[in-house]
């Protein structure tokens, strides 16, 4: 049976063109390439320009940067805020290095060295300053780039995630969700593993047949020993853990029923960041929430946006 996901990648790049963004991969050093989505403005200036686009900020729309959690590339994360915020916003959809078209030959596998290429990449394409949106993992990585780069990133909204994950918040999790580590529950390999997997990030988990679930593993699950590294590095030691001190504005959304940041965990981050935060949690959602909920999250994030 051919992949459906594969099947329908030339029918997501034309809705993505529809919405004016074009695809452009970015080197940020030698061995290392990040891919985009982003204005088509932007990234045929860039292309024109010998790699050195003029700056974004031209386009009289505010930068919005858009980062994927841990199971999917940027554009599948985000389609349903790309069309919702494409016409007001610049919008600039990464992939995660090891997730799409990213990767690297180097074995820094941090959180920060997601970020300080991520940062990289948005200035070669003439970014300034963004808003950054980050789900799960890329909450975590947006966390670390609004700390490197405060000239950067003007705000944080944290979605479903936290500015760091710790080995006491690690076992507490696998106790609710009922999984052994990260890798094995990030990165299954049955499509029992990945049943279980949605289960454990939606509220609701929809009926899906298995073709469906083994088409979604053959596409979404590849670079796994990387992949596994960068759960690795991305846990730190309790004693380890300090609030980071932000100069930005720091907005959580978090779906009520989330077994991961559950509403008690970004409570206690916001409590932490004292007024710098603010904090909005959606009823009947889990760990997806944008997916699960796309109104109520895009009308939340919209009144976040307007009230820079």
Same mark, same amino acid.
């Given at each position: 049976m051919v992949n459906l996901l594969t099947v329908l990648s030339p029918v997501l790049r034309a809705l993505l063109h529809f919405y004016g963004l074009r695809s452009q991969t970015i080197e940020i050093e030698p061995g290392t390439v990040v891919h985009f989505w982003g204005p088509s403005q932007i990234v045929e200036n860039y292309r024109s320009q010998n790699n050195q686009a003029k700056s974004a900020n031209h386009l009289e729309k505010p930068a919005l940067v858009l980062l994927h959690g841990f199971a999917a590339t940027g554009v599948l994360t985000w389609?349903? *805020?790309?069309? =919702?915020?494409?016409?007001t916003h610049a919008v600039f959809v990464p992939d995660l290095i090891f997730f799409g078209d990213s990767t690297t030959?180097?074995?820094n596998r941090s959180p920060e060295y997601q970020a300080e290429c991520l940062a990289k990449g948005l200035k070669r394409l003439g970014v300034e300053r963004c808003t950054v949106v980050g789900c799960s993992y890329g909450g975590i990585i947006g966390s670390k780039m609004a700390v490197l780069e405060p $000239?950067?990133?003007r705000c944080l909204v944290l979605s479903n995630s936290n500015v760091a994950i710790? $080995?006491?918040?690690? +076992?507490e999790a696998f106790e609710r969700i009922g999984s052994r580590s990260w890798t094995e529950l990030?990165?299954? !390999?049955?499509v029992e593993g990945l049943r279980k997997l949605l289960g454990a990030v939606v509220f609701k988990r929809p009926w899906l047949p298995d073709w469906a679930y083994?088409?979604?593993? !053959?596409?979404?699950? $590849?670079? &796994?020993? +990387? &992949? =596994? !590294?960068l759960l690795k590095a991305l846990v730190i030691k309790d004693k380890?853990? =300090?609030?980071? @001190?932000?100069? *930005? @504005?720091?907005?959580?959304m978090a779906g009520e029923e989330d077994n991961i940041f559950t509403p008690e965990i970004v409570q206690k981050t916001k409590a932490q960041l004292g007024d710098k935060a603010t904090i909005h949690v959606i009823k009947k959602a889990g760990h997806l929430v944008h997916l699960e909920r796309p109104f109520v999250y895009n009308r939340l994030l919209k009144k976040i946006l307007t009230n820079l």
């Open positions: 389609l349903l *805020q790309i069309m =919702a915020f494409s016409g030959d180097s074995t $000239d950067l990133v710790t $080995d006491l918040q690690s +076992e990030m990165l299954p !390999e049955t083994k088409h979604f593993l !053959e596409v979404m699950f $590849d670079s &796994r020993h +990387e &992949r =596994a !590294e380890n853990f =300090a609030i980071p @001190k932000f100069s *930005q @504005k720091i907005c959580i």
